[in-house]
């Protein structure tokens, strides 16, 4: 038994590592494979017949992430997000209950270059998320085009995420019963170009749409802040003004995305690749944030709970921030 223990301890970061791997592959690597393979499969081999039986399928369940989702079980516990989460680590860092009697809005922050914390914490239960808070269903949610890539797309849909469009947040929030959690990246793609360590710009203030979808639904916000999660990748500089900076902003404009040029490790060395950095990422869930129900927020209501809000997210940093290697004198700026 102790041979067969140490033979597994030995297997940890090989299996963390492929883990990894895997996310950073099916994040970054996969769309465009999948977006050719289903061309050479009808065209060039004998499985023409069943690709195109599988895209029927993808048309027909096309509105499956508008109506919450599909998510799979045997996803969300799998092992290898246990590995996943130790690579970093990832720890789950719990301040306050999330009685299941409600609904929750819960913003996730920074975006990260691939909002790996998110993932981990509310995709899978890698961190324990299910235990920490029992009887809540978390969904995250993603841009419609993740949902676009043949193959690919079946995993993101096991994963349970939904699409950002409102009226999917809206099927959530009063369609699944109570005890749902929607995770949403506030920041966006935008917000992925300030990703660089030490660097704490969000960009919050002018997102007010989950707001008014919180009191137009009585859904609790939630704030979370991920410390770690802009120091495991190395962005090059792209100061905002910059002409890089501002052709990356000018990129998302016209395309929805924007290209952050950034570097890693690799599988076999620590200084190049696309592989994160072992870097400890501490997400931590705030109180929530409980609001009453108004079918038809105003603009001043809407206003009152996001400044609310974003002064909750604050004191969340504040009173975090010096415990995970941060500068007492460091402030988070909301842009």
Same mark, same amino acid.
């Given at each position: ?16 590592? !492929? ?5 950073? *592959?099916?994040?970054?690597? !996969? ?7 289903? +061309?050479?499969? %009808? ?8 690709? =195109? ?13 508008? %109506? ?6 045997? *996803? ?7 590995? &996943?989460?130790?690579? *970093? ?15 929750? =809005? ?9 909002? @790996?914390?998110? *993932? ?8 324990? &998320?299910?235990?920490? &808070? ?34 999917? @947040? ?13 995770? @949403? ?16 710009? /969000? ?44 052709? #990356?902003?000018? +990129? ?19 200084? +190049? ?7 400890? %990422? ?8 409980? %609001? ?8 001043? #209501? =809407? ?12 004191? /969340? &940093? ?18």
């Amino acid at each position: 038994m102790l041979k067969l223990a140490k033979l597994l301890n030995l297997l940890d970061r090989p299996l963390q590592v !492929a883990a990894v791997f895997y996310y950073v *592959f099916m994040f970054l690597i !996969a769309p465009i494979p999948c977006m050719v393979l289903p +061309f050479y499969l %009808i065209f060039f081999t004998p499985l023409w017949l069943p690709t =195109i039986l599988y895209l029927t399928w993808i048309y027909l369940d096309r509105k499956t992430p508008e %109506i919450g989702g599909r998510p799979s079980a045997s *996803f969300r516990y799998h092992a290898c997000w246990r590995y &996943f989460a130790q690579y *970093f680590p990832i720890k789950l860092v719990k301040t306050a209950e999330l009685p299941p009697d409600r609904n929750y =809005i819960l913003g996730s922050h920074p975006h990260g270059i691939m909002s @790996i914390a998110n *993932f981990a914490s509310f995709c899978t239960n890698g961190t324990d &998320f299910d235990s920490e &808070f029992p009887g809540i269903k978390s969904s995250a949610v993603t841009l419609p085009n993740m949902f676009y890539f043949p193959f690919r797309r079946e995993v993101v849909v096991s994963s349970g995420a939904i699409s950002s469009h409102a009226r999917s @947040i809206e099927y959530v929030l009063t369609q699944k019963g109570k005890g749902r959690a929607v995770c @949403i990246v506030l920041g966006g793609a935008e917000e992925a170009l300030d990703s660089h360590p030490d660097n704490f710009n /969000l960009n919050l203030k002018s997102r007010k749409g989950f707001v008014r979808l919180a009191l137009k639904h009585g859904a609790s916000l939630v704030p979370v802040y991920h410390f770690g999660e802009t120091s495991v990748y190395r962005q090059i500089n792209n100061e905002r003004g910059s002409r890089l900076r501002n052709f #990356q902003s000018a +990129f998302k404009k016209r395309l929805g995305f924007t290209p952050p040029i950034f570097m890693g490790r690799g599988l076999y060395n620590y200084s +190049f690749g696309v592989l994160p950095f072992r870097t400890p %990422i501490h997400t931590v869930v705030g109180a929530p944030i409980n %609001i009453k129900q108004r079918s038809d927020p105003t603009s001043e #209501q =809407i206003d009152a709970i996001h400044a609310q809000y974003c002064q909750a997210l604050s004191d /969340l &940093f504040d009173e975090h921030k010096t415990r995970y290697g941060i500068s007492a004198d460091a402030k988070l700026n909301i842009n």
